[in-house]
């Protein structure tokens, strides 16, 4: 019962920005939007949240539309070490983590 | 600062054996969740814990499965029983309180049963 949807694949050639949307319409006012991957069958990665402004850190960006209901992650200059399921959740800061089937992104030489 | 500690990292029990799984959360972290993966499935959640109580388990198997988070010490995810459908990875996140938080994973114990 994951909140949100993704394109379940994207390609993204090495050294470009990769941009990843994520639906989620449904969300509540209390609700963030979380940024997390999974690379190979290592543990899920933190990447980055947000409220309802647009956010950066060292690993991406996070913009999220005016109206909250869709958002897009956007790693600045991919590396093959970026490919990756990236998984777009919504959540309080008290519910679990709910994993949807994510996008796969793999990154091309 | 260590991160979230999963031990052991990889466990082989022969079925019918009891498997124990242990997660050490960051320093200052209350909040346990605990998610399988099956070889080649998404993650799924189990069950969320604070210290001492259990706060949604509606992800854990009705039998032979059971959690808890002690007032000292690491949470344990126990199988009792392991059979070969049990054969799976098993991750640990944990959070702090607080609004906006962030919940950060171990690097998860595979199970296998043989």
């Known amino acids: 019962d994951a909140k949100t949807t993704q394109p379940p694949s994207m390609d993204c050639a090495e050294g470009r920005a990769a941009n990843l949307p994520c639906n989620h319409s449904t969300i509540s006012g209390n609700e963030y939007v979380y940024w997390y991957r999974q690379i190979h069958s290592q543990g899920p990665q933190y990447i980055i949240h947000g409220l309802k402004n647009n956010e950066t850190n060292e690993m991406a960006s996070l913009i999220i539309t005016e109206d909250r209901k869709s958002s897009t992650l956007i790693l600045p200059h991919a590396t093959l070490r970026d490919t990756a399921v990236y998984y777009c959740?919504?959540?309080?800061?008290?519910?679990?983590?709910?994993f949807g089937p994510g996008t796969s992104l793999s990154v091309i030489p | 600062n260590a991160g979230v500690m999963q031990n052991p990292r990889h466990l082989v029990r022969r079925r019918g054996q009891e498997a124990r799984l242990r997660c050490s959360p960051m320093k200052g972290h209350s909040h346990v969740y605990w998610y399988r993966q099956l070889p080649e499935e998404g993650l799924k959640f189990m069950v969320y814990l604070q210290k001492e109580n259990i706060i949604d388990e509606s992800g854990m198997p009705k039998e032979r499965f059971s959690a808890e988070f002690p007032k000292e010490g690491p949470s344990i995810l126990r199988i009792q029983q392991v059979v070969r459908g049990d054969s799976a990875a098993y991750f640990c996140?944990?959070?702090?309180?607080?609004?906006?938080?962030?919940?950060?994973f171990g690097q998860g114990t595979r199970l296998t049963v043989v």
């Open positions: 959740i919504v959540r309080t800061s008290y519910d679990k983590v709910i």
């Open positions: 996140a944990s959070s702090p309180q607080g609004a906006g938080t962030e919940a950060f």
